[in-house]
């Protein structure tokens, strides 16, 4: 009878032990399908482009040598958040100024051959010829939230002349439609002649500007000789950053301008989510 009852108390601790066990299994088995079913998070790695002359790998002097070079954000994760494709179509048509071009290796063979073909005519035209050329786009993500993302698109470019062309233009996307943030979405209503107000005299500071130098007498051609700001801007990690192109309020000498504004000076005009 001993042995019977032992064995009963067994059989019950197997059973107690099974149902634990199925249960342990079919929770974990529950939990792995809703972490694949949740979207993973929306992240970035970079990818880099490249395409070299021919004449890149010729070592004599007198051939000239035209590099290409593309450097942009692959996204994933995410889910099906519009931006993803909203960023994909500006990438695109930044580098391709187009907006039917997809950021495929077909594409960008298509444009090295057009760059080459172009670097070659001139080239035939001029025998003596032996300047190199370029031309480099960068796309990077310079400050992310769960509610917007800023961008940076730059590039530089030299096809000859006194000087390479080098431009940046920053762009924000809203998360996770992917809308254009303007600057009116980032200010509280009425709030950008105040941020004029504190933009001015930080640019006067920074080029070193007494408050009564007219901006003509300094070379830089304000419209009116009076100070404005751009649409040229993005918020990154440390402030609001407004960038001035060369040629675009100064002559090239002058080079680009970069006004940032800490969030310190510009808290109390920004709205919702901007806020730091």
């Not at 067994?10 to 079913?37: P, R």
């Not at 509610?147 to 006194?162: C, I, K, P, Q």
């Not at 004029?196 to 070193?208: D, G, M, N, W, Y």
Request: aromatic letters at 14%; one cysteine or more.
């Amino acid at each position: 009878i001993t042995i019977y009852l032992n064995l009963m108390n067994t059989s019950k601790y197997i059973k107690y032990f099974t149902l634990v066990l199925v249960s342990a299994l079919f929770i974990s088995c529950s939990q792995e399908e809703e972490e694949e079913q949740k979207p993973q998070p929306l992240s970035h790695t970079y990818q880099t482009v490249e395409r070299f002359h021919a004449n890149c790998d010729d070592q004599d002097p007198d051939n000239g040598c035209m590099e290409l070079s593309y450097t942009f954000p692959a996204f994933s994760g995410g889910g099906d958040m519009p931006v993803k494709d909203t960023l994909q179509d500006a990438i695109a048509t930044f580098i391709f100024d187009s907006t039917r071009q997809s950021l495929s290796e077909a594409s960008f063979d298509r444009l090295a051959r057009d760059w080459f073909s172009f670097y070659d005519s001139t080239l035939a035209t001029l025998p003596d010829y032996n300047l190199p050329w370029e031309q480099r786009m960068r796309v990077r993500l310079i400050h992310q939230t769960p509610d917007y993302m800023s961008v940076e698109f730059a590039e530089r470019e030299f096809t000859g002349g006194a000087h390479p062309v080098e431009i940046r233009v920053y762009r924000m996307y809203s998360i996770p439609g992917g809308e254009r943030i303007t600057l009116a979405d980032i200010l509280n209503e009425g709030a950008k002649s105040q941020l004029a107000a504190v933009a001015e005299p930080a640019f006067r500071e920074q080029k070193k500007f007494p408050d009564d130098a007219e901006y003509d007498e300094r070379n830089y051609f304000f419209t009116e000789g009076q100070f404005s700001l751009n649409e040229n801007y993005a918020l990154t990690e440390r402030g609001l950053l407004f960038y001035y192109n060369p040629y675009e309020i100064a002559p090239y000498s002058e080079g680009a301008t970069r006004l940032l504004l800490p969030y310190g000076q510009i808290d109390s005009l920004l709205t919702g989510s901007f806020k730091r």
